[in-house]
């Protein structure tokens, strides 16, 4: 069996930098046309000018031919200014301003502190229509690893579409039914990208007979009900939600650590764990709507030309991927069989 798709785009992507981005990018160029590049690097891409050098480096790392366009974001600090977003909006390639919660993952450090700081950088995304892609988790040590998405809606979006109702925002990696609750009955300007391994796995994962810190993440894998919710929401036909993989490579050494970094490397087979996760709720048919149409819809881009093609066919992922410093990464599910198979 084989499904041919429009070519699709990842709304999601961690590309990191020097040998690390010469190492993943060319698993996410063969799959995807264009992918929103996340600005957590040390130090992290806060201007516009940042965000341009970032652009030349990654358009500089693309293997000879590959055609794939990184569209880019801004890292929200307390110090954003209404200028910085005016210039961001009329430089054509910055497409989204990205709002990490201070602490709340890896290269959060300089995110932001208190939302009510963002006032003036919040009204002008308002007005220009620039998308505010939330990481959303509460930081505070006292709420449960596993109720931090729950506890944002209402305390942290909730109150921050009310005092901002033009203001258009991605619910990045959404992992609770909460959350997919939340999105569903929100208006035209909120989206939602959910990650194949949260369709795939729950919190078990992490646990299943040792410590397996490759499925950890965040925000973490949740319980079953949270896992049917995702897919059901995936698969339900709304256009708010759309692909973006979270694929965030670490190397071996730091995910494989007594204090083992967050974020799972699934660029090597993201389109093959969609399929698998659709083909799972007998749902292939939605499958190029949610990964080649919703996305570039919200972000009012033109759908991709050309196609690529999955076939059922099992192949079995490599155990590592070599990163050009002398270390290498595993991705998820390294050396276990997956279902599909990309053909290109
Ligand atoms: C991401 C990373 O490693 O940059 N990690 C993760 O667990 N998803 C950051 C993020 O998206 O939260
Ligand atoms: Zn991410």
Avoid at 22 to 38: N, T, W
Avoid at 263 to 276: D, N, Q, V
Wanted: contains cysteine; neutral net charge.
């Amino acid at each position: 069996m084989r499904i041919t798709l429009t070519r699709p785009d990842d709304w999601h992507l961690h590309l990191r930098d020097g040998a690390m981005l010469r190492a993943v990018l060319p698993h996410s160029a063969r799959q995807f046309a264009r992918a929103i590049v996340m600005p957590n690097l040390r130090p992290p891409v806060t201007t516009v000018a940042a965000a341009a050098d970032y652009r030349a480096r990654i358009l500089a790392a693309l293997p000879d031919g590959a055609r794939f366009e990184p569209l880019m974001t801004l890292y929200l600090t307390d110090d954003t200014s209404a200028g910085e977003i005016r210039r961001a909006a009329g430089s054509g390639f910055v497409k989204a301003v990205k709002l990490y919660p201070a602490g709340a993952t890896t290269n959060s450090a300089a995110g932001v502190t208190d939302l009510a700081q963002c006032g003036a950088a919040l009204a002008e995304m308002e007005k220009t229509g620039m998308p505010l892609l939330v990481h959303g988790e509460v930081t505070d040590p006292a709420v449960d690893l596993f109720d931090r998405e729950r506890v944002f809606i209402e305390t942290v979006l909730r109150p921050l579409l009310e005092r901002h109702p033009g203001l258009r925002v991605v619910f990045e990696h959404i992992t609770t039914q909460e959350a997919a609750e939340f999105v569903a009955s929100a208006g035209d300007d909120v989206g939602a990208t959910i990650t194949a391994h949260h369709l795939l796995y729950n919190r078990n994962a992490i646990f299943a007979g040792g410590v397996r810190p490759h499925y950890y993440c965040l925000p973490v894998l949740k319980r079953e009900r949270h896992r049917a919710a995702l897919l059901r929401a995936a698969t339900s036909g709304n256009p708010r939600f759309f692909l973006g993989t979270d694929s965030a490579p670490h190397a071996r050494r730091a995910k494989e650590a007594a204090c083992g970094c967050a974020g799972c490397f699934t660029a090597l087979s993201a389109l093959e764990s969609y399929a698998e996760a659709f083909e799972q709720a007998g749902a292939l048919d939605r499958l190029e709507a949610f990964a080649s149409f919703n996305g570039a819809d919200f972000y009012r881009l033109p759908r991709n030309e050309g196609s690529v093609t999955l076939e059922k066919e099992t192949w079995t992922l490599p155990e590592s991927v070599p990163c050009a410093d002398g270390g290498e990464l595993a991705p998820l599910r390294a050396g276990e069989p997956v279902p599909w198979k990309f053909l290109g």
